[in-house]
C-alpha cells in the first residue's frame, strides 16, 4: 500500500554536497514525522535526521550545521541537504516516515522504511 523511495545517492569527494529526497506513495492518510537514517558498514544503523509534521528539525550531533532537513507535505516528500560531507558520512541512508495509511475501510499506522540509497565520500 506504502512505499517510501530514495533517490540522489552517489559518490562525491570530501567537501562536496549531494540532496537526498524520499517519495512516500501509496493510500496515505497522514504522515506525522519523517526522517533519514543511515548505516555505515559494521555499524548500528542511527538517526541522521527528522522533521515532525509540525516543521521542527533534530539533528545528530555530527551532522548538525552540514545538513539541513525538510519536507514538502503536498508530495509526500522529504528532503536531505548534505553539504560539507566528510569520508565518516559514508553509509547508506534509509528513509523513514511515521503514517497511517488506507486498507478498505481501516486505517493502519505504521512505521515505514526505504529501500536505502548509498553515500560514498572519497578522501
Known amino acids: 500500500q506504502v512505499q517510501l523511495v530514495e533517490s540522489g545517492g552517489g559518490l562525491v569527494q570530501a567537501g562536496g554536497s549531494l540532496r537526498l529526497s524520499c517519495a512516500a506513495s501509496g493510500s496515505i492518510f497522514s504522515i506525522s514525522t519523517m526522517g533519514w537514517y543511515r548505516q555505515a558498514p559494521g555499524k548500528q544503523r542511527e538517526l541522521v535526521a527528522n522533521i515532525p509534521s509540525g516543521g521542527s528539525t533534530n539533528y545528530a550531533d555530527s551532522v548538525k550545521g552540514r545538513f539541513t532537513i525538510s519536507r514538502d507535505n503536498a508530495r509526500n516528500t522529504v528532503y536531505l541537504q ?33 529501500q536505502g540509497t548509498q553515500v560514498t565520500v572519497s578522501s
Open 82 to 114: 548534505m553539504n560539507s560531507l566528510k569520508p565518516e558520512d559514508t553509509a547508506v541512508y534509509y528513509c523513514n516516515a511515521d503514517l497511517t495509511y488506507w486498507s478498505g475501510r481501516y486505517g493502519y499506522a505504521n512505521d515505514c522504511w526505504g
